[in-house]
């Protein structure tokens, strides 16, 4: 089995920084892009930033310039550090990864965590 589990989220002034987590771990044979989506109250889910196996990035609009992404692969670990957090990124965060499993090697398929909620409000 697969396991992603976020961290990091919580409360935040608006101008204020949050640097988020997510491990994998489990029969995890390889792993391809990683990244956040996250979803604020009555809204659909957006993505927000994605990285690759090599390292390069991507971002939304809306966060470019105040979000970074970025990995550690030995550690299979994504983050997101978000700085001057606007009220309106208020949201619970998701990550997720594009990895195949010891089982199947050859298959490459999308998992997911449970989220973090992050609030930035004064």
């Known amino acids: 089995q697969v396991q992603l589990v976020e961290s990091g989220g919580g409360l935040v002034q608006p101008g204020g920084a949050l640097r988020l987590s997510c491990a994998a771990s489990?029969?995890?044979?390889?792993?391809?892009?990683m990244g956040w989506y996250r979803q604020a109250p009555g809204k659909e889910r957006e993505w927000v930033a994605g990285?690759?196996?090599?390292?390069?990035?991507n971002y939304a609009d809306s966060v470019k310039g105040r979000f970074t992404i970025s990995r550690d692969n030995a550690k299979k670990t994504v983050f997101l550090q978000m700085n001057s957090l606007k009220p309106e990124d208020t949201a619970v965060y998701y990550c997720?990864?594009?990895?195949?499993?010891?089982?199947?090697?050859?298959?490459?398929?999308?998992?997911w965590g449970k989220g973090t909620l992050v609030t930035a409000s004064s």
């Open positions: 997720y990864s594009d990895l195949a499993t010891t089982e199947q090697p050859l298959v490459v398929l999308r998992y």
């Open positions: 489990g029969s995890i044979f390889s792993i391809n892009a």
């Open positions: 990285i690759s196996s090599g390292g390069s990035t």
